[in-house]
Each structure stands twice: as C-alpha cells, then as structure tokens.
C-alpha cells in the first residue's frame, strides 16, 4: 500500500513540473494562431492586463504578434501593416540588430524560453506611448507569476504605420 501511494504521488509530482515547465515553452507554430500575453495595464489603452495576440509573422529571428481585437478591426489596411512588418523584419535582420549587438551584446540567448526568437507584440496603447520592455518576461512563473517567459518588446499599433517604427524598435531593443 506505501508503495502505490508513493508511485501515486511521484506521478502527481511529475505532472505538476511538466505542466508548470512544460507549458509555458509551447509558442505559436504557424501564422493565424493566438496566444495570450501579459501586458502592462499602465500602458495598454484599455487597461488591460492581459491581451490575446495573432501570430502574423514569424522570421529566423522574431515573432510578431498583433492584439486580435485591434488586428480584426484593421481588415482592409491588413496588406499595408503585413508590408511594414515586413519591411521592419529586414531592417531588423541587417542593420538594427547587428549594430545594436556590437555594441551593447546580445540578448539572453536562448533565454528563458529556450529559443532564440524574440517577440514582439503590438497593441494599443495610451496616446504618447510608443513602447515598453518588461524585465519581468525574463524569469519564470514561479517568481513572476505574469512573466511571458520571453526575450519580448512592446510595441504601440499606431508605430504600424509611423515612418519612425525602425527607431521605436531599435530603442525598445536596447532595454532587451
């Protein structure tokens, strides 16, 4: 009988560290599909803590994510804003990237998440902000509860469609 209840709660205890651990490593595999992020509400337009996201573009080396309530609104102007990020993504790869790296090093790689992508999220934000970082996406649950356990910047929707967009990602890069 001791010996069924300590294989009972070995098993318990494995499940428990495979769904804390396990968990939050899963990442959006393919474009269209949705992942909730922690935001800060300080920040978010509708003061939101929490935010659901559409993958609309993943490169060799970020993950760019929309708020989907926003992203659904934005149907017709949906080619333009894929255009930008596209744009932005090679900005990203050839010059910001590079240059910010030789400079000031890389980013934790592959970081908390065991990947070396790193995220990017865009949602509405208060007017007069363009960006943020959240160190706090760089520990785990267990010490930050609303940790995205991700190398992660944030960006406004509205820089979608500002010529300076490669200057907002490029500064919101250096806190990474």
């Not at 939050?24 to 800060?40: L, Q, S, T």
């Not at 609104?73 to 590079?98: A, H, W």
């Amino acid at each position: 009988m001791n010996s069924s209840k300590n294989r009972k709660n070995f098993i318990l205890i494995i499940g428990i560290l495979l769904f804390l651990f396990g968990v939050n490593i899963v990442r959006a595999a393919n474009i269209g599909d949705y992942v909730n992020f922690n935001v800060d509400k300080n920040y978010d337009a509708s003061a939101r803590p929490q935010l659901s996201a559409t993958l609309v573009k993943a490169t060799s080396s970020i993950y760019f994510y929309v708020d989907k309530f926003w992203w659904d609104q934005q149907y017709s102007k949906q080619n333009d804003i894929l255009k930008n990020i596209d744009d932005l993504s090679l900005e990203f790869d050839q010059k910001i990237y590079p240059t910010l790296t030789s400079l000031f090093g890389t980013e934790w790689k592959p970081g908390i998440d065991k990947d070396d992508k790193i995220t990017i999220l865009f949602h509405k934000m208060n007017e007069g902000s363009a960006g943020y970082f959240r160190s706090a996406d760089e520990y785990d649950k267990l010490r930050i509860p609303d940790s995205n356990m991700r190398e992660m910047i944030y960006l406004s929707t509205t820089q979608l469609i500002d010529s300076q967009l490669k200057s907002f990602v490029a500064h919101e890069f250096t806190h990474l």
